[in-house]
């Protein structure tokens, strides 16, 4: 019995795999044929926009998850949650960087993250312009188009390379500016990508050593939280208790740096 089980979670996995990587990538092609045209956009606030790419791709996404799992909940950062209740939950950003890709910056990401009971099961970023998909399921690990990815050794907080973002309010870009001057003027670097998805994913590829947001979305990170845990990362808010679902402050890290970036934070 406990054979067949194995088996049958590994079809599983396989098959919610295939499904997720095939969306994406259909999201990716919609959203490349529009970065290459004119590109408009509206504000939402001061620091947050909104295209027609956004709702695009949140429609073709959308639409293939209520066909493949009518029962299950969904919430989308332009359309809000559904009315279905459910224990999944699909949580997805379907532009993830929209004023890069309004501006023509490459770096904008999907991400598309399932959870059960409130516990993220797959995640992933997919970077259509870079042609990289990242994707990891709960207890299988993170790979970047098929291979094993893993997070970087850096243990001198000083020499590591860190990535910020401060959400659309203007508390947020307040608290960041305390943190910016501080890493600026005495780490290695410090800067913003303008994708929490991407930002997320290259902890876990290795690329940046930490991320952190006083202010954020969970459609902006649930992939990447998922992906930087399996990638050997560590996630948690600004308490240093374990990320959920529901926290608006993030960082993660490659998990040799976490405490060390916590013991800034607290100390700022």
Known sequence: MPALFILFKRIYNISMKKFI??????????????????????????????????????KLILSQIKKKFPGHQI????????????????????????????????????CIALTYKKKIIAGAVSIPVLKEFYYATKGQGACLNGKKIHVSKTADLKS?????????????VKEILKYYRELKLNFFDARQLGSAGI???????????VYFAPGTNSWDV??????????????????????????????????????KFYRFIKNA
Request: proline share 1%.
């Open 199 to 209: 930002e997320m994913a290259y902890i876990a590829g290795g690329r940046t050593d």
């Open 222 to 259: 649930a992939a990447g939280v998922l992906i930087v845990r399996e990638a050997g990362g560590k996630v948690t808010n600004f308490k240093n208790q374990e990320w959920q679902i529901t926290d608006k402050d993030i960082l993660a890290t490659n998990g040799v740096l976490h405490n």
């Open 160 to 172: 590591g390379f860190i990535t910020f973002c401060h959400g659309s309010r203007q508390q947020y």
């Open 75 to 110: 919430l989308s950062e332009e359309a809000g949650m559904n009315n279905i209740k459910s224990d999944y939950l699909w949580i997805v950003d379907p532009l993830d960087g929209t004023t890069n890709f309004s501006f023509g910056n490459p770096l904008f990401s999907i």
């Open 21 to 58: 990587e095939g969306v994406s990538k259909k999201a990716g092609r919609e959203l490349l044929r529009l970065f290459l045209t004119k590109r408009k956009y509206s504000k939402k606030s001061k620091h947050e926009i909104v295209t027609a790419a956004d709702l695009i791709s949140e």
